[in-house]
Every structure is written in C-alpha cells, then in structure tokens.
C-alpha cells in the first residue's frame, strides 16, 4: 500500500470525487427541509426546491408588478455595472501608483509609506466620510469598491513591478532606453498580466465592498434584494441570490484567467 | 603607446569598511577580448558593473576615451548576462527592433509603418548574423537557452557598441552548444572591431576566447578573509596564436601552475 | 477534495443544528432582544436578577439574549432558536407569523408616540414630500409611518420615491445634500432633528397606538408551559415599577442603550409605556387595535410582505380580544391580554 500523500485520483474518479460534495449538500438541504417543512409548512427558513424554483421564476422571468422590470437582471445590471466600474478605475489607480513606486525609487519612498499606512485603514468604518464627500448616489458605492481595493493593487503592483529582473532594466538602459520608454515598453507590459492576477485576488474583497455598499442605500442591486427581503425572512428569494452571485464571481474570474491568456500568452507558459 | 581606450587608475571599491576591489591598474586598447576569472567574490562582478556604470568607482578614476565613464548604462557598452538579458513579452524580431524603437521614437519608444519596417528589416539582419533567422516571431520563452543568448546578442549589438560586457553569458549552457557560441562571439568580435570583457568560470574557455586573460585575486593570499583588503587582477596574461589553438587542445592539469591553482 | 469534504462535512454540522426540534414541554427557554427605548428594561431584567427570581419562583430557567440586529434575532426566533423576541406588531405579523410560525404578544409594553418621524430638508409641511426621494429601512415600521402619512395628506408612495437606507448609517446620510427627506425612528430623530434646516413634519403621535412595541411568545410553547408567560410577565411589572418610581433604573437603562440618563428620558417622553399592566390590559382589549391591525395587515400586503401565496391582507388571521382580523382558519398572530390580566389582578 503506497502512502496516502502518494495516491491520486484518476480523471473520472476525480470528477465524481468533486460532485460528491455538491450532491451531499443538496440531499442534506432537501432533507432538512422536508424536517421543518414537516413541523410547520410554512417555514421559511430552508425553503424547498419548487419554493425556490418559484421565487427565481418570479424574480428572473416574471416582470416586477410595481415596476414592470425583472428584478433579477435589474439587479445583476446594477450591480455588475458598480462592480466593473470600481475595479476598472481601482486597477488603473492601481496601475499607475504601482509602477511608478515600484520602478521610480524616488515615488517609492515617498508613497510607498502612505500606501502601506492606508491599506490598513478599514474603508467601512469611514462610510459616513465617504457619504458626506460622495453623497449617497452611485459615486459612493463605486468609490467604496475603489478605496477597498486599489491600496491593495498598489502594494501588489509595487512589489511586483520590484520583481522584474534588474538585469531587464540595466539591459534596456544599454539600449538606449529612457526612463519613460523603459517604463513605457519594459515595465508596463510586464506588469499587465501581473495586474490580472491582482485583480483576480481582489475580486472577493470587491463583492464583499459592493454588498456591503447596497446593504447601506439602494434601490436596486443584488446586495440590495438580500438586505430587503432579509426582513421578512425571504430565503427563498436569498438562496437563488446568493447562487447567483457565486456563479457571476466565478464567470468574472474565470473570463479575467481567459483573457489573460489570451492577451498574454507568453506569461502563462513561461511560467 | 597611443591614448588607452579604456583605463583604470588606482581604482578601488568598498561598501563601508568591506573593501572589495583595490589598486587596479590597467589600461586596454580598441579591440582587445579581455577575460577575466577569478574564485567567487573575487570582485570580477564588481569590476565588470563598473564598466557597465551600475556601480562607481570608490577611489581611483575609470577613463573611456579619455573621459570619465558615465557612472549609468548607456547605449556604448552593450551587455548580456547569463539570464535574464532578453524581454519575455516582445517577439524575437520585436527584441532586437527595441533598440532601434527607443532611439527613433522618444515619446512612445514604438515605431510605426515604414519606420518600423525598416526596424524590422534592420533586427533580422543581425537575427541572420547570429542564426535565428527561422525564429524570428517566437517567443523568448519558446527559445532554448543558447538561442536566448545569441537573441541577447543580437539584441545589443543592433545599437552597435564599441564594447560588449559579458557576464558568465554561457555559463549555463551545454558544452556543444557553448562551442557554437565560441565561434560566434568571435566572428561577431572580429566583424564589428568590438573591444570585449568577459567574466567567465570556465578556463578553457578565457584562454580560447580572450586576446587578454585577467585573474582576480587578493594579493596577500592570508589575508582573504579580512575585510580590510581587496582582490585585484593578480595576473594580466597576453595571450598569443590564439588562431591556431582549438579549446579542446588546452589541456591543464590542475595543480600545474599556482595561477591555475587558484582559479581552478 | 479533501478540503471540500470537510468543508461538506462543516456544513452538514450546521444544517443539522438547525433540525433540532424544539421540545415543547420543557424548564429551559430562551427570549432575545435588542436595544431600543422600549425594550430596554430586558437588560435591565437580566443585570439585576429580577427575570432570574421570577423564574426560579415558577421553577424554570430563562435566558435573556441581547442581540445586536433587531431582523437578526427576529429570524432567530422565527427559525426557532429563541422562544420569545422583542419585536413590534407589524414584524411579529411580517415575520414570524407569515413564515407560519404561530406568535402570541405576552407583554403590550408601549407604542410609539413620537419616536417615528418623516423628517424633510427644507419643508415645513408633508405635503412638500412629494416627488421626493426618502430614505427609510424600506419594509420596517418606518415604512408603514411614511404610507399612514401620506395617506393623511391625499399622497400615495407612488406620489415619492423610497431608497433603502440602512438605519446605521441615516444620520450620515441626511447631512449629505442630496438626502433631503428620510423616515426613522429614535435616537436618530432627535440627532437628525437637532440638524439646522431640518423639520419633523409627521410622527407616530399622529398615529398613536399603531406602532406597538410587544415581547412575542411561540404560541405552542406558551399554551405548553402557561410558567414561562407567568415569570416573564412577572418579571416585566416588577422591572416597569422599578423604572417608573426609580431614576437610577432610567439611568441604568439609558447608559445599556449608549446614552445617559437625561437622553433616555427624552426617547421615554415620545414612547407611551404601560407601566402599568391594568393600562395594556386595557389597550390590548379596544376596538382600536384590531383596527390598527387590519392597517398593517393591509399595507404588508400591499407590499408582498405575507408572501406571494397570499391572495388577500386577510390570509394570516390576527386575533384580539374584539374579535379575528382575516382567516379564522390561519390565526397565526394572537394578542391575549390574559397574563397581563394576572399580574393587573395581582395573581402571579
């Protein structure tokens, strides 16, 4: 018998090894909540499946009464839209902060503390702050992902903008290369792919700003819809959102790995 | 004797109170091949960043043409290093047009249409000069390591340098391919009057390649460990003939010599 | 895969705490609370003993939990984990009756006349509301105050436009310029109504009686153990003699809610407290509350708050003492003034 540490899956075995769970999971729910259902056939708490089937079908496919729209896109728009948003301007802050920290050691020691210093800042904590200067609209929930993430980015970009190998930039000093076309062609094509990674890290972090920004003052969005009918306990309504929400962060980081290399292939294979 | 073309006067480097090089005196001519070994930590390196300007000189002076080097890299000494000398995210062809993009185009460093055509052209001409015509749209990546180096080459010889620093460049090859790389640093040498230093481990290959071997070493061989003295080139070997020897031809038993001794 | 069997495994633990069927007759229970003027005298119970004499004179145990979220404990108890919550009248109707779980208010402690309020920017009359943006816990009581007022005044909410703001951060958000109407209650009333340019234009004095602060007992476990109602209600005109005769129980309570005595007293001074049981017994007992109920009955509907089965506001029966609001054969929210009778009579 070889060691445990030694002994791998075949394909097969390791794909129905990975479902195994997943189906577990959904047996125990179903028989919990035939347990409640049993004891009171109203619980709302562990909902059964054509509760569930029921609520997506009127939250995705059935227009809202009140407002005519269907309220699960009208939340996934507005929410994917404040997502996209905050990290695009939070990458490109970034981008930029980053390299020039990492590449010019005068920004470096100038900024570098301040970005260290912030990133320990709980963004949370300085919502009314952040109300007051951004008002309570759009802007704040996209600057709330912003200030979330991008000290993060910085100090990434940073430190991996300091991991390009010296020699890179001596050889392109021999060549004739300024400090802005060595940042310009040398550094900045280095560091993109390095930024898709950063980004894929952050995206956690980002849901959980997003959430947190549409639980505060909303009127749509997913973060929303859960807060909302979290008061009546509607976990029908919640369960599907949250599967939702799982499966759009595991799109955004699947398309994010596609697209990298796709632009950048000579990053991932010569890794 | 005319002007020396490069020269050192009493150079010296130290970090601190750690001296790491002293009293080197040398002065070599246009079109010299100079290699130089050394144990490690010997400050052959050292020797070898101040030429390159990523180090200064802690006292003495360091002339190029008469001048005061300057103390950064610049587009007159070229330089490959035993890895990392070429760009992973540019094409092979892209690799050599650089040097060509940074001097044409200061705003953006990237050439467009017939400018870069003409870059282009110009890159595969040295890319045929150093054999990697065929692979000219991979990928360094896709490149095994004698074919990185001789894009290294290629890479700096494009901007034509008057010298060409060479730090341990095939160190990590296999012994066949470094015997390619033998015969085309030389032709490259002789077609392009380039004057050459080379830090290298391997003897064979400083007595085959250079016009000029250097051993660095510390003069007061007790005192190695004592930071208060540095290493410096111990021996300036001219060597001759060099036409008619074949590496393989040299054949040193180890303790023949006390030069060897200590380098081997 | 190791990772995700444990992480199965985790979650099988989990879901299986959730099954554990509450025992019906039983000497253990539980009730929650959360920090608001009315329910303050909970803590007050529990830090001084006074909850833990009553139930040792009916020989049972009862565990008194501060939760920091008021939905949270509410969910709590409707989930069943807790035994009792302190909750106002239109979530005891939106929660845990409509999730089937069958509630009795034991205790009528107060309601609210004054605590809730539209505030608007500006305007000195509610009628300005209108076309207005107004931030509110969408769903709560303060909801259910803005409809009542804008009935008043001949506006409907399509008349306005709500969004959903967390009451944590309410203050904040009325100092920013364009937050310029909001609806919510007590203590940030009298922080956002201290604010220049800002103007009560509606309370819940207007509506007095209709915002009703209740502790609500699972109906089951109160039927089975009639001990558990006898301590608590014991317990609780022990606590309002105290706090009615006592200042320093006042200050007791107010320094527990984050405030000081004099800051309490002013939340009190908009809260009408039945310090007296004969005084809710009465309250319990008037037309008026099922009429008030039938109002909240009505806008939850309106709202999809009784759950998309409901066909009408009448499909949870709401039963008072003059009579049942709605579905006979679905009474799911009981107000039973019969152990606040006891202690009126002084038979506990």
Not at chain 1, 164 to 189: D, F, H, N, Y
Not at chain 2, 62 to 88: C, H, M, T, W
Not at chain 3, 86 to 101: E, F, H, K
Not at chain 3, 261 to 281: P, R
């Amino acid at each position: 018998m070889k060691r445990i540490i030694n002994l791998r899956p075949s394909r097969p075995l390791a794909v129905a090894l990975g479902i195994v769970p997943f189906i577990l999971i959904l047996m125990l729910y179903s028989w919990g909540s035939d347990l409640r259902k049993a004891e009171n056939e109203r619980d709302k708490l562990l909902p059964s499946f054509t509760e569930i089937q029921k609520a997506v079908d009127r939250m995705a496919f059935t227009p809202s009464k009140r407002t005519g729209e269907y309220l699960l896109w009208q939340d996934t728009k507005s929410s994917l839209k404040r997502l996209l948003l905050g990290i695009v301007i939070a990458a490109m802050v970034g981008l930029v902060v980053g390299v020039l920290t990492g590449a010019i050691p005068l920004a470096g020691s100038h900024l570098g503390a301040l970005t260290t210093v912030v990133s320990m800042v709980p963004p949370l904590a300085l919502l009314p702050i952040l109300f007051i200067v951004f008002g309570l609209g759009e802007v704040s929930k996209v600057v709330l992902i912003v200030i979330g993430i991008t000290p993060f980015l910085i100090r990434d970009l940073d430190q991996r903008t300091r991991e390009l190998p010296q020699e890179q930039l001596v050889k392109a000093q021999t060549l004739g290369g300024s400090s802005w076309q060595i940042i310009l062609r040398v550094v900045l094509p280095q560091v993109m792919p390095r930024l898709m990674d950063a980004i894929r890290l952050s995206l956690g972090a980002a849901w959980l700003f997003l959430i947190a920004a549409e639980a505060i003052a909303a009127t749509d969005g997913l973060g929303y819809r859960i807060f909302l009918v979290r008061r009546y306990l509607a976990m029908d309504v919640i369960l599907p959102y949250v599967m939702w929400i799982t499966t759009l962060a595991f799109l955004l980081d699947w398309s994010l790995i596609r697209v990298s290399k796709m632009i950048f292939p000579w990053y991932h294979t010569a890794k | 004797m005319k002007d020396a073309f490069i020269a050192f006067q009493r150079c010296g480097k130290h970090y601190g109170s750690h001296v790491v090089l002293e009293k080197l005196n040398a002065s070599v001519q246009e079109g010299e091949f100079v290699t130089m070994v050394g144990t490690s930590g010997c400050g052959k390196s050292t020797f070898l960043k101040m030429l390159l300007g990523t180090e200064t000189q802690t006292t003495g002076k360091l002339l190029f043409n008469g001048q005061p080097i300057v103390a950064e890299p610049s587009e007159d000494r070229g330089v490959v290093f035993q890895k990392y000398s070429v760009f992973p995210h540019l094409s092979v062809r892209d690799n050599v047009a650089l040097g060509r993009e940074f001097a044409e185009s200061p705003l953006l460093g990237k050439l467009f249409g017939q400018k870069r055509r003409q870059a282009l052209a110009e890159a595969d001409q040295w890319l045929e000069a150093v054999g990697l015509a065929a692979a000219r749209d991979k990928y360094p990546h896709e490149l095994s390591g004698g074919m990185q180096q001789r894009l290294a080459i290629a890479q700096a010889l494009i901007k034509h340098p008057k010298v060409l620093l060479l730090d341990e460049p095939f160190g990590a090859l296999d012994p066949g391919i470094r015997k390619d790389m033998h015969a085309l640093i030389l032709k490259l040498w002789k077609e392009n009057n380039l004057t050459i230093f080379m830090v290298t481990h391997d003897l064979q290959e400083a007595f085959y390649l250079g016009t000029r071997l250097w051993v660095f070493d510390w003069p007061q061989h007790e005192a190695q460990d004592s930071d208060q003295h540095g290493a410096t080139i111990t021996f300036d070997l001219p060597i001759e003939q060099r036409d008619e020897l074949q590496a393989s031809d040299l054949e040193f038993p180890e303790n023949e010599s006390p030069v060897l001794m200590e380098v081997a | 895969m190791k990772h995700t069997f444990t992480s199965a495994l985790a979650a099988a633990a989990i879901l299986g705490s959730l099954f554990s069927p509450a025992a019906l007759a039983k000497d253990n229970f539980k009730i929650c609370w959360s920090i608001y003027v009315g329910w303050m005298p909970w803590e007050y119970g529990d830090t001084s003993g006074i909850v833990d004499k009553w139930a040792d004179k009916y020989d049972i145990d009862i565990e008194v939990v501060q939760i920091n979220d008021y939905v949270e404990s509410i969910n709590q108890y409707t989930a069943g984990e807790f035994d009792g919550c302190a909750m106002t009248n239109m979530d005891a109707l939106t929660i845990p009756a409509a999730s089937g779980v069958d509630s009795t208010a034991l205790i009528v402690g107060d309601f609210s006349n004054g605590n809730d309020a539209i505030i608007l920017k500006d305007k000195t009359s509610l009628a300005g509301i209108k076309g207005q943006s107004v931030n509110l816990v969408e769903l709560s009581v303060s909801h259910y105050l803005l409809a009542r007022g804008l009935e008043s005044v001949g506006l409907s909410e399509k008349d306005i436009s709500v969004i959903n703001t967390s009451d944590a951060d309410m203050v904040a958000a009325f100092t920013t310029d364009d937050v310029t109407a909001v609806t919510t209650w007590n203590p940030l009333v009298s922080e956002i109504t201290a604010m220049p340019a800002s103007h009560s234009v509606f309370d819940s004095s207007q509506i007095p009686g209709e915002i009703i602060d209740t502790l609500m007992v699972n109906t089951e476990t109160l039927k089975e153990n009639p001990k558990l109602g006898k301590a608590l209600v014991g317990a609780w005109y022990e606590i309002m003699a105290g706090m009615e005769s006592d200042k320093s129980v006042r200050e007791h309570m107010g320094k527990a809610s984050g405030t000081d005595l004099s800051g309490y007293e002013s939340q009190l001074a908009s809260t009408k407290m039945f310090y007296q049981a004969e005084d809710a017994v009465e309250f319990v007992n008037s037309d008026s509350l099922k009429q008030t109920m039938e109002y909240v009955a009505e806008f939850s509907f309106d709202h999809g708050l009784l759950g998309e089965g409901a066909p009408d506001a009448g499909f949870i029966g709401i039963e008072t003492p003059s009579g049942v609001f709605g579905d006979e054969s679905n009474v799911k929210l009981r107000f039973d003034p019969a152990f606040m009778a006891m202690a009126a009579e002084g038979k506990l």
